[in-house]
């Protein structure tokens, strides 16, 4: 029945929905970077070897794990560390933190929440993916509106539908909410619309995750958007809810896992892989933390990368690359 059930979703998806549907997909940015396009850096540079910042001097290994993940990992790495009785400094960051990190060299492993840029990609980096989490878009509770099909989220947020009741809701004006963080990367928001400047010219931009969620949950005419981890971790569920999207779920990994669901982000770890700046420690603590994922310590919600692979995904080494074939 499962199997029955998705293939008439997909049919409909592709086929039935009304042609400037399609259209309404040029306004997408790419899903990911190309790993081949690369950053060249100076001979100095390639020279440079690790070396920690003040605080993280002594430290076997020093990372930042990305805030939209902290919460979660920081409890198994700080036991992973006390099991191999290993001092690893761990850090909150963003994707710009992890980045200053790797060009300044003060880290071993960095993490992201979205998909590596050609900025990213510096020599003697490898890129491993743990997995993707639903980008969820989110009203608030009392709104009777629970589906949308892509081209109707797409006019929603470029301001073109600017009324509820044009999707079958309250006769109530839309406040449309949005965080648009690592503007030039792919993936992320830009899979709903490819650039900040597509936006509605009304859209309000909450300064965090928290200040996000929270004023969506306070507008009854609000929409946002964000990753189900951080809404879930500030305990909203019951005065917001998330819309489906084509009739597909965020809350449903099977849906995300098969692609039918179109929102997402990519958390990647960045490594060392030259032999003059390889940290084995760093090695071993990323090759437990994809075991982790894998074995469904973050399963709740995150698709992990064994099965992306089972489901078509592209990868190249250990870096996903590429949405399975149509």
């Known amino acids: 029945m499962t199997r029955i059930f998705l293939f008439i979703n997909v049919i409909f998806t592709f086929f039935v929905l009304p042609a400037h549907a399609k259209t309404y997909n040029q306004l997408q940015g790419p899903a990911f970077s190309d790993p ?24 076997d290994v020093v990372i930042y794990l990305n805030q939209h ?13 006390k099991d191999n009785n290993l001092t690893i400094i761990i850090k909150e960051g963003t994707c710009g933190y992890t980045k200053g990190g790797l060009y300044n060299k003060t880290i071993d492993i960095g993490m992201m929440c979205c998909p ?8 003697g980096l490898s890129f491993h993916t743990i997995g993707i989490e639903p ?36 006769d109530q004006p839309i ?32 300064g965090s995750i928290k200040t996000n969620v929270t004023m969506v949950a306070q507008t009854p005419e609000g929409i946002g958007f964000d990753n189900l981890w951080q809404v879930y971790n500030y305990k909203l569920e ?43 420690s760093a090695d071993k603590l990323v090759t437990f933390l994809k075991e982790q994922t894998n074995n469904g310590y973050f399963r709740k ?26």
């Not at 995150?302 to 692979?309: E, I």
Request: charged share 25%.
């Open 36 to 59: 081949d396009i690369k950053t060249e850096m100076d001979k100095e540079w390639l020279k440079q070897p690790i070396k920690y910042e003040e605080w993280g001097e002594g430290a």
């Open 69 to 81: 993940i902290y919460t979660t990992a920081y409890p198994l790495v700080k036991k992973y560390a």
């Open 301 to 326: 919600i995150l698709v992990p990368a064994d099965t992306l692979r089972e489901s078509g995904w592209k990868f190249r080494d250990d870096e996903l690359i590429g949405e399975p074939e149509e």
């Open 238 to 280: 019951h005065k917001i809810k998330f819309l489906k999207i084509n009739g597909f779920d965020p809350e449903n990994p099977k849906h995300l896992a098969a692609n039918l669901y179109p929102l997402y982000q990519t958390y990647n770890i960045a490594l060392w892989n030259t032999p003059e700046l390889r940290n084995p």
């Open 175 to 206: 406040s449309v909410y949005i965080r648009p963080h690592c503007a030039i990367k792919p993936g992320l928001w830009h899979r709903l619309l490819k650039n900040k400047d597509l936006f509605s010219f009304r859209a309000l931009e909450p």
């Open 135 to 170: 980008i969820g878009l989110f009203i608030n509770q009392q709104n009777s509106v629970n589906n949308v099909t892509f081209s109707q989220a797409q006019k929603i947020f470029t301001g073109e539908i600017k009324n509820w009741s044009e999707v079958n809701g309250p």
């Open 116 to 123: 590596p840029h050609k900025i990213d990609r510096l020599p």
